[in-house]
């Protein structure tokens, strides 16, 4: 079977081709805006045009206009090609490339807009210790119970706290790491994981 991942939910865009679980190809970027141009090129670069029988795509949280056009891309792609699509948190991809040293408990800490950041604990096999939150910087100190902290906002998070009291690895999460994902964390619900309210607010 040959799986597409996607994950453009933050500043990188990322795609990857697996067979059977491990990868053929894949795409990394640092774009920081132009997701919706870049993210469909990359895909025809890969073999067969990213071609699969299964989807997996980001949900977020991160950028709103990343998930969206992360999650509306899977869900054309499964329709066009009949492929199942299956959604991931962002986070937890980031806590799996962080266990590729070894496997140990880890606090992912990526960029949540409007001086917040998302933080999530993540026990050493994989798996959420508690929810994304969206956090005030201060409130994330408190959150963090893990000594190696991942993510792009690992290092300011860390030096929050005494010298050498937290391991740093900054992160941006890479489609060609989905195969680390444990497999409970997949579902077959695709819809965005935003973490916080929309920054637009309906008229009155």
């Known amino acids: 079977m040959r799986t597409l991942a996607i ?37 025809a670069r890969l073999p067969g045009k990213g071609k699969a029988q299964r989807i997996l795509v980001s949900r977020g949280p991160g950028s709103f206009t990343g998930v969206r056009i992360g999650v509306a891309t899977a869900r054309a792609l499964a329709y066009a090609w009949g492929a199942e699509c299956l959604g991931y948190p962002s986070l937890a991809l980031v806590a799996a490339q962080a266990r590729k040293g070894g496997a140990h408990p880890v606090t992912v800490c990526m960029h949540g807009g409007h001086g917040e950041w998302f933080v999530q604990d993540f026990a050493a096999d994989g798996m959420p210790q508690d929810e994304a939150r969206s956090l005030a910087p201060e409130a994330a100190v408190s959150a963090c119970t893990n000594r190696i902290i991942a993510g792009n906002r690992s290092k300011q998070l860390a030096c929050m706290f005494d010298p050498g009291a937290r391991e740093v690895l900054e992160l941006l999460p890479d489609a060609r790491e989905a195969c680390m994902l444990p497999g409970s964390l997949l579902s077959a619900d695709a819809s965005p994981l935003y973490g916080r309210l929309p920054d637009a607010k309906p008229q009155a």
């Open 7 to 43: 994950d453009c939910a933050t500043e990188a865009c990322s795609v990857a081709l697996f067979e059977d679980g491990a990868l053929i190809a894949g795409d990394f970027a640092v774009l920081g805006r132009g997701h919706a141009e870049q993210l469909v090129p990359m895909i």
